[in-house]
């Protein structure tokens, strides 16, 4: 967050708590914030560190080119971005990085929707008939309608959750590491 609170006196229903607010509640919640969003990004890039170059053939697909470049290069940025937003340190440029690379992935989402269905017709009658194969959840979400429901709450998670990393990453971006921040604390400037 900037040096300035968003909280003035005038406009409080209880002015006393100004200084709470200011000091306390927004540095510690802007610093959770940036630990919630740095802390995703950590952990969903952890496989992408330990198998860099699984991701060549999907970046190429999406006309990002070489795949053996861009794939480390993602991954790096993932896991290593999502430390140092979680530290504070190169904020800005780190979390705006981040942030383009999220607002692609709901891109993609948006325009590579998984699909109407797991099963064809074929598929649905031959597990109706040996639903034994299934457990009873795989029987309440593929048998009534060959998974239709189930990708469509699978693409609507995957839409809403790239849209808040990416407006997570896209605000740290816009505000910086905020008061507890390496930014802000040990090097004392931000870009």
Not at 88 to 100: D, E, Q
Not at 149 to 174: C, D, P, R, Y
């Amino acid at each position: 967050m900037t040096g300035k609170s968003f909280c003035a006196e005038k406009r409080l229903f209880l002015p006393f708590m100004a200084g709470f607010y200011a000091n306390v509640a927004q540095p510690v919640g802007w610093a959770a914030f940036r630990l919630i969003i740095g802390g995703h990004l950590v952990v969903a890039g952890w496989p992408k560190i330990l198998a860099p170059l699984a991701q060549a053939g999907f970046v190429e697909s999406i006309g990002l080119y070489p795949g053996w470049l861009f794939s480390p290069v993602l991954a790096a940025l993932q896991f290593v971005g999502g430390l140092l937003i979680c530290l504070g340190l190169l904020t800005r440029p780190v979390a705006f990085a981040n942030a383009v690379m999220l607002l692609v992935t709901l891109w993609f989402h948006a325009v590579h929707p998984y699909g109407e269905a797991f099963l064809t017709a074929e598929g649905l009658r031959f597990l109706s008939n040996a639903s034994h194969y299934l457990t009873q959840a795989g029987q309440q979400r593929l048998l009534v309608d060959g998974g239709h429901a189930f990708l469509m709450e699978v693409q609507e998670k995957a839409v809403f959750n790239s849209t808040f990393w990416a407006a997570g990453a896209g605000l740290i971006a816009a505000f910086g590491g905020g008061p507890f921040s390496i930014d802000r604390l040990v090097i004392r400037r931000e870009f």
